[in-house]
């Protein structure tokens, strides 16, 4: 691993911000859609920008004890920058990035947070990272996700920002979690099985958790057991929970439940999946949707009903690419989709 910048991943450069980067580094500070979720007034001052970058002038890696500013470059183009506050114990650090807007929605900052983040435990030896955000930026949140923060709480109205006092979301994670997430199993799993959940291992179930930015989609699996238990009256009956616990060669994985067929309720319907977030992007819940297709098919059903809410991480994408078409209905606030078997 490098003893200094520049640092260097698949697609970027990140190296010291000088201050013959200030024009570049003002242009995507001036942008109104990029200033909206960060600290700085607009418009923001080139002066400004040059005397912020003159401070690290003779500085060459991450700094304990303060701020350093790393330009992101892609092919010797500024994209963007990544910030670090490292306190003067070295115990703690917070990540921080910015990108052009033009060059959104391609991972850069994913790639970026990911690295300096593996430099920041393995390298300089912090104990824990943390990231702090506006709840509804939902994107610089799967950036923290990405790179192995999760969700530790958002505190209500504790913020004061631009004169306003405002809620304040807060990711971390420190150096044994992290290493628990880089130790994760990446690869397509040879074995997906959906197992039942007996009573003695049910609290093991619930420790399963997707990540933070998906939670107003995603139901935590003690609330479906609750649900379960206490099912919603549809159509004058109760329905019928089927649950079933998701092993990934072996480990738990995920968690799947649907509403039945019954007298009252005719198609069966996918109810909650959730994909533990150290197992996401494995094809997990394809191949746990794909199971659910065939085991309704062979029972004779002609479709299966799905809903989802709409929004930033929304699991529309996801749905659709297996088959799902919306149906043109909202039920309970949620989109209703069919997949024909």
Do not use: C
């Amino acid at each position: 691993m490098p003893g200094s910048l520049p640092l260097h991943t698949a697609r970027l450069v990140l190296r010291m911000m000088r201050p013959g980067d200030a024009a570049a580094h003002t242009a995507y500070r001036n942008d109104p859609d990029i200033a909206r979720h960060q600290l700085w007034e607009l418009p923001y001052p080139l002066d400004d920008a040059v005397s912020k970058l003159t401070e690290q002038q003779g500085q060459d890696d991450l700094i304990v004890g303060g701020w350093t500013t790393m330009a992101i470059e892609l092919d010797g183009e500024v994209i963007g920058d990544i910030v670090t506050n490292t306190d003067e114990t070295g115990g703690t650090a917070e990540i921080g990035f910015t990108l052009a807007k033009h060059h959104h929605g391609h991972g850069y900052a994913s790639e970026a947070a990911r690295e300096v983040t593996e430099q920041l435990f393995r390298r300089i030896g912090v104990g824990r990272v943390y990231g702090e955000l506006d709840p509804v930026n939902v994107a610089s949140a799967r950036v923290l996700e990405s790179a192995g923060l999760a969700l530790e709480g958002v505190t209500k109205q504790s913020f004061l920002w631009r004169g306003e006092w405002t809620d304040n979301m807060s990711y971390a994670a420190t150096r044994d979690e992290y290493e628990d997430w880089m130790a994760r199993p990446t690869g397509t799993p040879s074995e997906v099985r959906l197992v039942e959940i007996e009573p003695s291992t049910a609290h093991d179930w619930t420790k399963l958790a997707a990540h933070g930015s998906e939670s107003r989609f995603v139901a935590t699996v003690a609330q479906s057991f609750t649900d379960a238990l206490f099912p919603e009256v549809v159509d004058g009956a109760p329905v019928q929970p089927w649950l079933r616990g998701v092993l990934a060669d072996g480990e738990r994985a995920g968690f799947v439940m649907t509403a039945e067929v019954t007298e009252h309720h005719t198609e069966p319907y996918l109810w909650r999946l959730l994909v533990d977030r150290r197992h996401q992007r494995r094809g997990i819940g394809r191949r746990v949707v794909e199971q659910l297709i065939e085991r309704y098919r062979a029972a004779g059903h002609p479709s299966l009903l799905v809903g989802w809410v709409d929004g930033p991480g929304s699991p529309r994408r996801f749905y659709e690419q297996l088959g799902f078409v919306p149906t043109g209905e909202i039920v309970d606030g949620e989109i209703e989709a069919r997949r024909p078997l």
